[in-house]
Each structure stands twice: as structure tokens, then as C-alpha cells.
């Protein structure tokens, strides 16, 4: 595999930053080159503008508004999004339900959501994960019960990320419990101002209002939003989660994170001079540079399979993936030791222009550390990812 940007490559490269640097709002960059929190219109601007040129879903066929983007050129856009400081293109919508839609929704299905997704007209949460069905999701209970043109929904989900901010929310219901669970599940889009939905937060250690719990009492869906055939959901489940898991990889971001980690590490000393200099604290940053290295490249393999959909091998990029980000989050908080500790909320939500103890950079890092223990959970915990890599790659 030839690893080697051609001249094609580097021109369009240029092209990107180009865009980026016009485009990308300041205010936006810096919130999230220092980590502060992003509103729900931080999310929705920014999808706007990038949709205003045509490159919100570099990874969607041509003819539902793709960009006809070589995978090559595809890395190159997430890496110079995610070195320039842009808030993510959220993958609910544009990465999860999009593909399913096309791959198993049917002509009138396509027509009205796809537009709305590719423009950020709806944003969407994922109602997968219940409070007994978590990485065991075949075992969940929210029930789909047939009533003329309807369907009756009754269940919990939970974890759902800013399912707060969401018009719509795609769901896994159980429409069949006679058969074998995986094959009694069906899935579901479902309108979230319909009567019976409530939405409750779930306040997480860093004190931010990132995911929830779903109630549903007798909410009616139409028939007409069942993607594909009723209880065959698992199948198009399976098919989301590969793409969820490559995604979760975050190759880019990480690459930016570690340059943020070395900048904070050749800042604050140890025994006078700069850590980066600290022979044992530089060899777990260049151990760490060579894993996200190896991820990347294999993240790459993944994408030049442009003809397939992802198979077993998201789970090892979503595996290793969210280790790279866990440790970049420890060696920050390890950069700083004691400094890491203050938590200032007001700066995090932009209520103050700098960090009460006046160190902008440290302020978010205790946070960010707890919030990012959740990665080797969400997606499917790495234990699952592990068993589904033996099994489906290894043949153990």
C-alpha cells in the first residue's frame, strides 16, 4: 500500500485549507482547539456551512449528495478538519441512519430524509442501548406492537447522546418476542415531538449534559418509518454499527490531540527542564505516536475497500482507537499533575474569557480525562469487540 500523497493529493490538500481557512469561524476553532463545550448551534453552523459546499458527507454516493471523493481524498478532509479545530460533522445522521437508509429504505424513505440530513434540516440521536441491553443490545425490550397504520412503542433507551437537541431519533424495537431475540427486532425512525416521548438527562462526572435516558408511553410511529422489513432490524443494526466503529477510530482528532499534548508537555517542567525532555515521559509519547501511526494506516486499508461496506475490521479500529484516545488523555493529565485538577465550568461554557486559576490549557483536562473513559464502552465495549475480532477474523 502505497502511503504517498501524489501531486493530485497535495493540490487538493491545498484546496481543503484553503476552505478551512476562509471559512471556519474563529470563535469556533478556538472553542474547540482549547476544548470548551460546543453548543447545539456550534454543531449546526458548522454543518450549514460545510453543506452549503457540498462536502457535509464526503462518503455518500454521488447522486444523494456525495462528493465523489477518493477515499485517499476523504482521510485528507477529516485530518485537515481535525488539525484546523473544526466541531465534528455528527454522525448520527450523515455516518449511521444515512447509510442505512440508502441500503435499506425504500425510494420515498430516501427522498425525504437524505436532503434533511445532508443539510442539518433534522438532527438525529440513536436509540439503540437500553438500561438491561447495553453491549448484549439483541436482549432489548422497548416494544413495537402493531395498531392499524401505526406502530405502539413502549420502552427505555438510554445513553443517548444530545438526544436533548434532537428532532428525530432512530430506534431498534422489538416487534416479534417468539423468535430468537435477534430475529424478533425491527428498526424503527420516530419523531421526537411525538406525544409519549420524554427525554430526561443524565448529568455525567464532568458535569456536562452530553447523554440521556428516552421514555416511550404509547407512542404511535407511522408504518410508513419502518426502514426495510419488520424483523429483520438486526441486520441493519449490524450494518450502522460497522460504520459507527470506523468512525470512532478518530484518527485525525487524535493526531491533533497529541500535538496539543506535546505543546503542554514542553511547557511544564520537570527538575528544570521541559518534560518532553524526561526520558521516560518522551518514550510513552513516541510509543503512543508509533500506535496512532499503525491505526492510521490501518484505517486506511479499511477505506481503500471502497466496494465493501465495513466488516470485523471496525472492531479492531474501534479498539484500538479508543485506547489512543484514552492514554492521550492520561499523558495530559500526567503532564500536569496537580494544575490538571482545577475544574472550571464558566470557562468550559464560555461564561468567562479565560480559567479562574489562569491556565487556559489546564482548565479541561480533568474533565476531558473522566469524560473519555466512556470510549472503550460506547459502540460496543472493547471485551465484545475483542470476542467479534476472534471470532470473525481470527476463526478461534
Not at 87 to 97: A, E, T
Not at 243 to 259: C, D, F, P, W, Y
Amino acid at each position: 500500500m502505497d502511503l504517498t500523497y501524489t501531486a493530485a493529493d497535495l493540490a487538493f490538500r491545498d484546496m481543503v485549507r484553503g476552505f478551512l481557512d476562509i471559512n471556519l469561524p474563529s470563535d469556533l476553532q478556538k472553542k474547540v482547539r482549547n476544548h470548551l463545550r460546543l453548543s447545539r448551534q456550534d454543531y449546526v453552523r458548522w454543518h450549514q456551512i460545510v453543506a452549503r459546499q457540498g462536502w457535509a458527507a464526503p462518503g455518500w454516493p454521488v447522486e444523494h449528495g456525495g462528493t465523489g471523493w477518493s477515499a485517499t481524498q476523504r482521510h485528507i478532509w477529516e485530518e485537515e478538519c481535525a488539525r484546523a479545530g473544526t466541531p465534528p460533522i455528527l454522525p448520527f445522521g450523515v455516518n449511521m441512519v444515512a447509510p442505512v437508509i440508502m441500503a435499506f429504505g425504500n425510494e420515498a424513505q430516501k427522498a425525504h430524509y437524505l436532503p434533511r440530513i445532508l443539510h442539518c434540516d433534522d438532527w438525529w440521536c440513536q436509540g439503540y442501548s437500553e438500561p438491561g441491553s447495553g453491549s448484549d443490545l439483541a436482549s432489548l425490550k422497548t416494544t413495537a406492537e402493531r395498531d392499524g397504520d401505526h406502530y405502539i412503542v413502549n420502552g427505555q433507551k438510554t445513553w443517548t447522546t444530545l438526544a436533548q437537541h434532537a428532532d428525530m431519533i432512530f430506534c431498534l424495537v422489538r416487534t416479534d418476542s417468539t423468535v430468537r431475540k435477534q430475529e424478533g427486532i425491527s428498526f424503527l425512525l420516530i419523531d421526537m415531538k411525538t406525544p409519549g416521548i420524554t427525554v430526561r438527562p443524565i448529568i455525567m462526572l464532568d458535569e456536562d449534559h452530553e447523554v440521556n435516558e428516552v421514555f416511550f408511553d404509547n407512542v404511535k410511529v407511522p408504518l410508513q418509518n419502518l426502514i426495510g422489513q419488520e424483523n429483520k432490524g438486526w441486520t441493519y443494526a449490524k450494518y450502522l454499527l460497522g460504520h459507527e466503529r470506523t468512525g470512532i477510530a478518530a484518527v485525525g482528532r487524535s493526531k491533533r490531540e497529541l500535538l496539543f499534548l506535546k505543546k503542554i508537555a514542553s511547557e511544564h517542567f520537570k527538575h528544570g527542564k521541559p518534560l518532553m525532555q524526561d526520558p521516560l515521559y518522551a518514550a510513552k509519547v513516541a510509543s503512543l505516536e508509533i500506535e496512532l501511526m499503525a491505526l492510521e494506516t490501518t484505517v486506511l486499508r479499511v477505506l481503500t475497500r471502497e466496494s465493501h461496506a465495513p466488516g470485523p475490521e471496525a472492531s479492531l479500529l474501534k479498539v484500538r482507537g479508543s485506547e489512543i484516545q484514552q492514554q492521550l488523555t492520561e499523558l495530559m493529565v500526567e503532564a500536569l499533575g496537580p494544575d490538571a485538577l482545577p475544574f472550571d465550568t464558566d470557562y468550559l461554557e464560555g461564561k468567562a474569557d479565560h480559567a479562574v486559576t489562569g491556565d487556559d490549557a489546564a482548565a479541561p483536562l480533568a474533565g476531558y480525562y473522566f469524560n473519555f473513559r466512556k470510549t472503550s464502552i460506547y459502540g460496543g465495549s472493547n471485551e465484545i469487540q475483542k470476542n467479534i475480532i476472534t471470532q470473525m477474523i481470527l476463526g478461534l
